[in-house]
């Protein structure tokens, strides 16, 4: 479908050329304004009868569906709300999110989506994307011709579900993960959703739960693997490029290894970026960045527990050791500078593989040695002890791994320690801010992965910032395509980390957030969006261009959720 025509008249107002007529303009969520069309767009488009006879402002629609979602006080009910305000009119459904991005980000990201996932199939309230299946080998240039999406898509963001949160194979729910991280990319970048297309690569799930489930949606058959997996996958990625050349595809809740190969095999043929692995480690280093200007301090001298080596952990860790190797260090000083652990402790080279991609952040037994470990005990509490980290971070999945006496001991060798529990959903946190900060009195340095209320202590309010993604992936996307890079570097992702950093103010800081307010989301994307564009440039993957012309692509990118006039054609 070619994109619509629009343009402005003199004195900026937005008209928009629409083929579409009665009720099947009233379908079509891209379009549709429900009570909001005028009386001379109802005669244009033949809308006499199909609506009550009032005609609303767009700020009266926003408080009628605002209100009645907030009404629903159970998650899920407002989730499915959301979804279904969406479907009928998307225009709306980004205006109420806007307006109400705080209190409703939580429902269609985490902690809520996660449990979308779940219930995917019994919650199932209209298709929406693509969704690809092994049995669509050799079909998916036609689908992607055929489908209902206009032919300027820019943004994919794809996942094959194995790998959702912290709940793992969600078979065909994973859906519900790429619609929302493409609402996010709306919301806080402005990337139009006409441009956006979310995509399941349903190869099966096994999830028994799932596959004896009469209700299930999903490709009812195991997970395929091996070629039969990565010849699927290569031929998406050639058929979106082909169809859709200028598009950035995002990898979101891939395994571990299969996140990793993808990411590896494509990240420099094309504009691609793997949210779990890059995402994750720039918006931590962000975090860590914010705890040290609260300290006065600089990353290299820090010393770092990363407990959980997943995709996650992985990605973490590598941000770090990026950032750290811009003070120089060397690749000895930055192996000592961070410790990871995975379920059998301390990640030690010599057991593992020796293609592992553990490799990369692997302990030798004599480094271990050189701080008394025991290479043979998985206690995160021993590492704590003899190792004497300053900062400590959570992508374990594991709740309650940060008890009182790991605080307490890394109390004894850092005033204001930093500590990240970033798993999620809530209920695989690590701890809980409330506790970290009650076992610190207030000294601990916190962030988490998910929401959390402000905690009080002492008579003092602490605001808990949530290190999430949404503060970077939005953004790097943003800046890639307003940059129109040909890849996404890794120097664009640290730009990323810093310009998140940044954009942390003093006050803040001060209530003891690490991170921006979700209300300055808008705000903060551009901050990144601008910093990733002018690295894309430097670095020489982009079209050359002036900060003053990026600033002008970004600003005509940027789509805010209005209505245009109508034009018949």
Known sequence: MRPLKQHKNADGQLFLEVPLRGSELLRHPLLNKGSAFSARERADFHLHGLLPHE???LEQQVQRAGTAIKRLSDPMDR???????????EQLFFSVLCENLQ????????????????RFSHEFRGGRGLWITPEHKGMIKDMLRRGPFFDDIRLIVITDSESILGIGDQGAGGMAISIGKLALYTAGAGIHPAQTLPICLDVGTNNEELLNDDLYLGWRKPRITGDEYFELVAEFVDAVTEIFPRVLIQWEDFRNNNALILL???RDEYLSFNDDIQGTGAVTVAGVLSGLRVKDEKLAGQRIVIHGAGAAGYGIALQIMDELSQFGLSEEEITRSIAVLDSKGLVISDRLPADHYKQ???WSRDLAKEFDLDVNDPSLEMVVDNYKPTILIGSSGSPGAFSQSIVESILTHTERPIILPFSNPTSLSEAAPADLLKWSNGKALVATGSPYDPVELNGETYVI?????VFIFPGL????LVAESRQVTDGMVNAAASALAKAVTDEELATGSLYPSVTRLR???????????LRAVEEGVAAMKTEMELQIALDEMIWDPVYPEYIPV
């Open 523 to 533: 705000e903060v994307c551009r901050q990144v969006g601008i910093a990733v564009a």
């Open 55 to 57: 005609t609303n402002t």
């Open 103 to 118: 209190e409703l980000m939580p429902v269609i990201y985490t902690p809520t989506v996660g449990q979308a996932t779940q």
């Open 465 to 469: 910032g949530q290190g999430n993604n």
């Open 477 to 480: 996307g943003l800046g890639a």
């Open 264 to 266: 590896e095999k494509y």
């Open 79 to 89: 989730y499915a709300s959301l979804v279904t305000l969406q479907n009928r009119n």
């Open 360 to 362: 990369k952040l692997a």
